[in-house]
């Protein structure tokens, strides 16, 4: 017994007025096992009450990723005291260096603060569909500096927090997992215009990506310089992939239109001569 006394005694490392002893990394290692288990079963609270509610996980995750933060940093502050140094102290005595590093990473303190707003209000969840400086990105993981997300070419991109607080960001599935599309196309003058709505109301009809199917309206919004100007609008959940579900209706429509004589046409001007200069141009 008196062996294992003196081995747990045993002193690893002394800086100062501060020893490290093996009993020391027991007591380390045990305050990282209990932090990890009380995390795990936080997770599995949590998780456990929103199996069945796809909407609520984006929610849960947000308040879990708090949940851990604060765990982290109460288990840091204990294995500090552990090892005989005085959190309140040190705090006290660092005040003036924390205020020359906070200068020095003042916009990695922005990103953190950004992400602890992120996670609290939680107007971004996981799963949702960013437009970030006009890239379309599903968020993965919200971190406490950087968030992570998929673009439509699956690359992952890495997101500064602040960049989502502070910019104007169009959140797609933030109010429904629907949302609603539209397709431009022109025509040349002449065309049926209620042939051409028909067309454009078929070809969206005709996608099996496109929801609320009675919902799909085509309209004339303009006459153009070349053309006369439609819209055609409707809503789909796969918001992620849109680009492909719009390339399809496009082939569809162009197919349609090619098949009832409806023609694109290519931008026109047309060159007005006055006839004192048409004797110069012709030599006359």
Avoid: C
Avoid at 263 to 270: A, E, H, L, S, W
């Amino acid at each position: 017994m008196e062996t294992v006394s003196k081995l747990l005694e045993f002193e690893l490392l002394s800086i100062g007025e501060y020893t490290v002893r093996v009993y020391s990394l027991g007591i380390i290692a045990l305050i990282f096992l209990v932090t990890k288990i009380i995390l795990w079963l936080i997770k599995k609270a949590l998780f456990r009450k929103q199996k069945n509610r796809e909407d609520a996980k984006g929610n849960t995750y947000a308040l879990f990723q708090i949940i851990k933060y604060i765990v982290w940093v109460a288990a840091f502050g204990l294995l500090l005291e552990t090892i005989g140094v005085k959190v309140t102290v040190l705090i006290a005595g660092s005040a003036a260096l924390l205020v020359g590093v906070g200068l020095g990473l003042q916009q990695t303190f922005n990103d953190v603060v950004s992400g602890i707003i992120l996670l609290s209000e939680r107007s971004i969840k996981i799963e949702d569909v960013l437009e970030i400086d006009g890239d379309i990105v599903k968020i993965q993981h919200i971190g406490l500096r950087t968030s992570k997300g998929l673009n439509t070419d699956d690359i992952s991109v890495i997101i500064p927090n602040s960049l989502i607080t502070t910019n104007k960001v169009i959140n797609w599935s933030h109010q429904s997992k629907k949302t609603r599309f539209r397709i431009d196309v022109g025509v040349s003058y002449g065309s049926d215009v209620d042939l051409v709505i028909k067309i454009l109301e078929e070809s969206a009809l005709e996608h099996k990506e496109v929801s609320k199917r009675d919902l799909i309206e085509a309209r004339l919004i303009n006459f153009g310089n070349s053309s006369m100007d439609f819209q055609v609008l409707f809503f789909s959940s796969n918001i992620f992939r849109i680009s492909k579900v719009k390339s399809d209706i496009r082939k569809t429509i162009n197919k349609k239109f090619a098949e009832n004589n409806v023609t694109i046409p290519f931008p026109q001007m047309d060159l007005h001569l006055k006839s004192n200069h048409t004797d110069i141009l012709t030599g006359k």
